[in-house]
């Protein structure tokens, strides 16, 4: 297969999805005749039908909780937000009954959904719409959470996602859907749960997710200009955490960077850098190095925005003052 | 000589709505151009073709009472009497704007003019509005609270909620829906219960309901001025289905391939600048040239908000950590 985009895999994604299995629904706003906001479903409707790619109100709470109670009665539904900062209006179905049923129950309700949604900075879209919170979800247990930086990892969590019993939320970067990369021919899934090494190195590890990977991958090419090896962990799900890799990591290169775009405060990084200290405290030659945006709301003006997301000449710094390296 | 002195006024009054409502679609046609040349960002949407409903809502207000309205909110900006400059400047991001840049176009405000926001969550913005007129009757200022909706935002909770909320305490609150056919690319009825019959939305909360032509000012002026008289004198809240249309797309992202040409078409022989336009000159109350007059004047308070805007200095970097708290 010739290199497609995030887009295009996700869009093969829904399409396999709605082929395979009769009980697979997609719905959400606009995701029909206008073809998704970021045209992720675009073509479906056409193919498959009102039944299948289902139009909604502007009503999140009732889609959400809708969705959920389709999958409880045996469905399979996808349900796309226009973007995870609208998310907020269905939290309450999202946590208290989504993520609840199957324990609240004893064990006796599945809910297996599968949420999308747009999220993250940097497109000028101010305080209301460009806020990350994939954080919040990732810390309810009976959540998982997946948020993939490559074709290949989109298209292989959402099979993932669509085979798992319980809900999953996948958050996609808006600046990464054009981002392109191999995707296999033959079929493949990328289990939830499961980080990758996008990078090998041995002197510092970095571990990062979703846009910040691009970061990320900056990060370790200007180190290496200063012959200094990194290793780029890309975390690719939230929830649960691949903890083993990233402390067998930390293990052989004693150093680490933390990088995110999320809000540093509360963000998912400081529940890694807790575990770290944990886990590998004694292999450490100096403190876990985090660094996030700006604990701000996002500002619309682009050159405030900029300065609120990390860039990689920060990260740089905040790794030499703490390793001199 | 009195009967004189009030027809003056009264023409005044209508020659200002007719600029009000240019200067709106002036304001909005540039800020399109702008956008397409990169000035503006984000996401842009543009109120032409609405014009008559926040002009002539707006212009029945006292300073004392709240304006609250949704992302499409250029125009009752400037209806409330923002300046253009700032308006224009937030747009472009800088320093000069009313939100110092930091809100963009669809988060205008002017606390000032008791004009709070520019809300981009659909129906967000609703408690809000019936809360400033909880505040506004339990402090006895007289004054009320008036919040433009958008067709979309009936489907949401928060509509339901506020509205019961709102009879429920005999909130000085008026909704006004501005029933422009489409919320974003899906057009009322395949949103709706009742395939995008609004007129009646406030029935099921014992609201008063009133309909009204969205492309006749005067109507829309009307209407209004009798809903906010009722509701000032502690009557409750009242709502308005305004029947309107957007010439534009939803926003400048939108190809509009889910509406015809046609529609638009028809929609625009009703464009209520003209309307008003062709009113005044019928009835002998203006000339071509008073018109063009200000249609003139208008364009250049434009193009000097645009000059503003472009000369205006970027906010400086730590503008990041200000205004987050007092
Ligand atoms: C809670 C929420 N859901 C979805 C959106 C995305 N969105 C923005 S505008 C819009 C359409 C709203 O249409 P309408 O209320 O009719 O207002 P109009 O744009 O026609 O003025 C949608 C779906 C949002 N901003 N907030
Ligand atoms: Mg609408």
């Not at chain 1, 305080?127 to 298209?155: C, F, Q």
Request: charged fraction near 20%; hydrophobic fraction near 40%.
């Amino acid at each position: 297969m010739p290199e497609i985009n995030i887009r295009d895999a996700l869009q093969m994604g829904h399409h396999e999805a709605l082929e395979n299995d009769p009980d697979v629904l997609i719905m959400g706003e606009d995701i029909g005749a206008y073809g998704g906001a970021y045209s992720v479903t675009a073509g479906l409707l056409d193919e498959f039908g009102p039944e299948r790619v289902r139009d909604t109100p502007i009503s999140e709470a009732a889609f959400v909780g809708a969705g959920i109670g389709a999958a409880v009665g045996g469905l399979k539904p996808i349900v796309e937000y226009m973007n995870l900062n609208f998310a907020l209006l269905a939290f309450d179905q999202m946590i208290n009954i989504g993520a609840s049923l199957r324990y609240m129950s004893g064990g006796q309700v599945s809910v297996p959904i599968v949420y999308r949604a747009p999220t993250g900075g940097g497109i000028q879209l101010a305080a209301t719409h460009s806020r990350s919170y994939e954080n919040w979800l990732a810390a309810i247990p009976g959540m998982k959470v997946v948020a993939p930086s490559t074709p290949a990892d989109a298209l292989g969590l959402l099979r993932s996602s669509l085979l798992d019993p319980d809900p999953v939320l996948m958050v996609e970067h808006v600046l990464m859907y054009q981002q392109k990369g191999f995707v296999p021919d033959e079929h493949f899934i990328v289990p939830i749960g499961l980080a990758d090494i996008k990078r090998p190195g041995s002197d510092l590890t970095i571990v990062s997710y979703h846009h910040a990977m691009v970061t990320a991958m900056e990060v370790a090419d200007k180190l290496a200009a200063r012959d200094v090896s990194a290793e780029v962990i890309d975390l690719r799900t939230l929830r649960p955490l691949d903890m083993p890799t990233v402390i067998t990591s930390v293990k052989k290169t004693n150093r680490v960077l933390l990088l995110e775009e999320n809000l540093k405060t509360g963000g998912i990084m400081g529940e890694i850098a807790a575990q770290i200290q944990e886990n590998a405290f004694d292999f450490l030659d100096g403190p876990v190095v985090r660094v996030g945006a700006e604990d701000v709301p996002h500002p619309y003006n682009r050159g405030l925005e900029q300065s609120m997301i990390p860039s990689a000449d920060k990260a740089i710094a905040a790794v030499s003052a703490a390793y001199g390296i | 000589m009195q009967a004189e002195a009030i027809d003056i006024s009264f023409k005044t009054e209508l020659l200002s709505l007719y600029q009000q409502m240019y200067l709106i679609r002036e304001f909005e046609e540039r800020s399109g151009e702008m956008y397409t040349r990169g000035h503006i960002r984000g996401f842009l949407h543009l109120y032409s073709g609405q014009e008559a409903i926040a002009v002539g809502a707006i212009s029945t207000l006292e300073d004392r009472d709240y304006v609250v309205t949704h992302y499409r909110d250029h125009g009752h900006a400037l209806a409330r009497g923002m300046d253009p400059k700032h308006a224009m400047a937030e747009l472009f991001g800088k320093a000069t704007g009313s939100s110092k840049g930091k809100g963009g176009s669809m988060h205008l405000f002017q606390a000032s003019r008791n004009f709070y926001g520019g809300h981009a969550i659909v129906a967000g913005h609703l408690p809000l509005a019936a809360g400033l007129a909880l505040a506004a009757r339990y402090k006895n200022t007289g004054g009320v609270a008036l919040v433009f909706l958008g067709d979309g935002s009936v489907n949401e909770g928060e509509f339901h909620e506020t509205m019961n909320l709102a009879a429920v305490w005999n909130l000085p609150l008026v909704f006004l829906l501005e029933n422009n056919l489409y919320g974003m690319g899906t057009a009322v009825g395949r949103a709706h219960a009742r395939g995008g019959d609004f007129d009646m939305a406030g029935a099921p909360y014992g609201i008063a309901c009133a309909v009204v032509d969205g492309m006749d000012v005067l109507a829309v002026r009307e209407v209004a001025r009798a809903a906010i008289e009722k509701t000032r004198a502690g009557n409750g809240p009242a709502y308005i289905e305004a029947k309107t249309f957007r010439f534009r797309g939803h926003s400048l992202a939108d190809p509009v391939n889910y509406r015809s040409h046609e529609e638009e078409m028809e929609w625009r022989k009703k464009d209520p600048i003209s309307l008003l336009g062709d009113r005044l000159l019928q009835q002998d109350l203006t000339t071509e040239l008073e018109l063009l007059e200000i249609r003139e004047t208008q364009d250049d308070v434009v193009r000097e908000a645009i000059r503003f805007a472009e000369e205006s200095p970027e906010p400086t970097e730590d503008e990041l950590f200000t205004d987050i708290y007092a």
